[in-house]
């Protein structure tokens, strides 16, 4: 019998992949959504691309509603996103178009996969970044979109936010992850001030567990320095 059950929002990218992977290990029913399938999740929701917010909601809905057969999920972890530079003076519609479409309708979405299958006491993480505390010129619409995920985040943590009674919503806020992709594309970073995958797969494990879990509605500073990650809430 499974330990519990959980949907990895993001389940291809490098920490959703690493997220099925360690409640796997440690005997969780695993589902993946994401645009392509992760052939070690137990069972995996594609997202059609091409279809709008609206249409994109209503399948995800009714594809989870489809593998649970009434069951209740223990957590939702929403790692999906992907990052876009750019200022005001060009295609700033473009890359905020794209960021919304990755960070803000994959939360979202997750969201109402909450209110819907989460059990009462359930978890639900959202992705937004710490860079978007403070203004970021350099790239606007990656800003712009995870600072709404930070919004969404505190809003889901009131009152009649629709999720079940004493759910936790957090937003994990980090710097750089250590993923193969930065690695390539940053040579020559610091490596040690980077966040490691397995850290975070282990910190959803405990808080799915209800251990150790900050307050609702907190959005959590991951920190790494000299390869240790300390987290501070916000």
Same mark, same amino acid.
């Given at each position: 019998m499974a330990s519990g059950k959980i949907l990895i929002y993001g389940g291809r990218g490098a920490l959703g992949a690493s997220c099925v992977q360690f409640f796997k290990k440690n005997n969780w029913w695993v589902g993946s959504i994401d645009l392509t399938e992760n052939d070690a999740a137990d069972a995996n929701i594609v997202v059609d691309r091409d279809a709008d917010w609206v249409a994109q909601e209503a399948a995800v809905l009714s594809k989870v509603g489809a593998e649970l057969k009434g069951e209740t /999920? @223990? !957590?939702?972890i929403c790692v999906a996103g992907g990052w876009a530079g750019g200022n005001a003076k060009k295609d700033l519609a &473009? =890359? =905020? @178009? /794209?960021?919304? &479409?990755q960070s803000v309708w994959s939360s979202a979405i997750s969201a109402t996969v909450g209110a819907n299958h989460l059990k009462p006491g359930g978890l639900l993480v959202l992705?937004? !970044?710490?860079?978007a505390?403070?203004?970021t010129p350099g790239m606007i619409g990656y800003g712009m979109a995870k600072a709404a995920v930070h919004q969404l985040t505190k809003s889901l943590a009131g009152e009649k936010s629709g999720l079940p009674d004493n759910s936790l919503v957090v937003s994990i806020l980090p710097v750089t992850l250590d993923t193969p992709m930065n690695r390539k594309w940053m040579p020559d970073a610091d490596t040690s001030t980077w966040t490691p995958l397995e850290f975070l797969s282990e910190l959803f494990h405990k808080w799915s567990k209800g251990e150790e879990r900050p307050a609702n509605g907190s959005l959590v500073k991951l920190i790494t320095k000299d390869s240790k990650t300390e987290m501070v809430i916000v």
């Amino acid at each position: 019998m499974a330990s519990g059950k959980i949907l990895i929002y993001g389940g291809r990218g490098a920490l959703g992949a690493s997220c099925v992977q360690f409640f796997k290990k440690n005997n969780w029913w695993v589902g993946s959504i994401d645009l392509t399938e992760n052939d070690a999740a137990d069972a995996n929701i594609v997202v059609d691309r091409d279809a709008d917010w609206v249409a994109q909601e209503a399948a995800v809905l009714s594809k989870v509603g489809a593998e649970l057969k009434g069951e209740t /999920l @223990d !957590a939702i972890i929403c790692v999906a996103g992907g990052w876009a530079g750019g200022n005001a003076k060009k295609d700033l519609a &473009k =890359s =905020s @178009d /794209l960021m919304w &479409k990755q960070s803000v309708w994959s939360s979202a979405i997750s969201a109402t996969v909450g209110a819907n299958h989460l059990k009462p006491g359930g978890l639900l993480v959202l992705t937004g !970044a710490n860079p978007a505390l403070e203004g970021t010129p350099g790239m606007i619409g990656y800003g712009m979109a995870k600072a709404a995920v930070h919004q969404l985040t505190k809003s889901l943590a009131g009152e009649k936010s629709g999720l079940p009674d004493n759910s936790l919503v957090v937003s994990i806020l980090p710097v750089t992850l250590d993923t193969p992709m930065n690695r390539k594309w940053m040579p020559d970073a610091d490596t040690s001030t980077w966040t490691p995958l397995e850290f975070l797969s282990e910190l959803f494990h405990k808080w799915s567990k209800g251990e150790e879990r900050p307050a609702n509605g907190s959005l959590v500073k991951l920190i790494t320095k000299d390869s240790k990650t300390e987290m501070v809430i916000v």
